[in-house]
């Protein structure tokens, strides 16, 4: 399977406190994308990295790639209450168009 | 970012009927689109790839007569999820994308997603 891994599968940390995700994907890829999603509910698009970038930020996200090892990772600094939810990892093959899901990360930001 | 449309949310229906979900790209044309089907507490699953009109392209163990996939049209993918079991209850979701030249700027977004439930 292509699907990636991504770990922790659960994390739970206090308000105010980074978390970090990690995700390892196993093909060469295009682009890697990290969404969110509340329970029983759609995704939501963060990030989007070119496997020519390295880092990128956005608000309170910061996403780093490293090809070499074939992993992202995701950080949420100051963390909310309202940051509960599960985080995926998504990666498209080069020569195909699709994304393949990593496995998530749930996250609990306890108040 | 752009929008897709999911439609139903959510839908119950009686064992042996057919149920079809729509997914539409509201402000820009979806040369691609995909289907998803989630576990609770799991990760999205690839379905299916449709591409605006040709036939899609099933992932390995998913059954085409099962699941029908139409892409009629730039802005409008269908899922009809035939003749439906019980094991067929699950949340799908779709998502749309527009590809440009370079394969490196595409960007894939995501409906709500559709609670099926079959009784």
């Known amino acids: 399977s292509q699907q990636g891994e991504e770990d922790p599968q659960a994390l739970s940390i206090q308000e105010g406190e980074n978390a970090t995700m990690n995700c390892s994907y196993k093909?060469?890829?295009?682009?890697l994308q990290w969404y969110r999603q509340n329970s029983g509910r759609g995704l939501v698009h963060l990030i989007l990295i070119r496997s020519n970038e390295r880092e990128k930020h956005s608000g309170r996200l910061r996403v780093t790639l490293d090809t070499s090892k074939k992993s992202s990772s995701l950080l949420i600094t100051a963390s909310r209450a309202a940051d509960t939810a599960s985080y995926f990892c998504?990666?498209?093959?080069?020569?195909?168009?699709?994304?393949?899901f990593g496995t998530g990360t749930r996250l609990k930001v306890l108040a | 970012g752009a929008v897709v449309s999911q439609h139903p949310s959510w839908v119950i229906c009686k064992s042996g009927t057919s149920v079809k979900i729509e997914c539409r790209s509201l402000d820009f044309q979806a040369t691609t689109m995909f289907w998803y089907r989630q576990f609770p507490k799991q990760s999205l699953m690839l379905m299916a790839t449709?591409?605006?009109?040709?036939?899609?392209?099933?992932e390995q163990g998913v059954e085409k007569d099962k699941f029908l996939i139409n892409h009629a049209s730039l802005t409008l993918s269908t899922l009809t999820v035939t003749s439906a079991h019980p094991e067929d209850s699950s949340f799908y979701i779709c998502?749309?994308?527009?590809?440009?030249?370079?394969?490196?700027?595409?960007?894939?977004?995501f409906g709500a997603g559709t609670r099926l439930s079959v009784l």
């Open positions: 998502s749309a994308q527009w590809t440009s030249g370079s394969s490196a700027k595409n960007i894939q977004y």
């Open positions: 093909t060469s890829i295009n682009n």
């Open positions: 998504a990666t498209d093959a080069i020569g195909t168009y699709k994304y393949i």
């Open positions: 449709s591409n605006e009109g040709s036939k899609a392209t099933y």
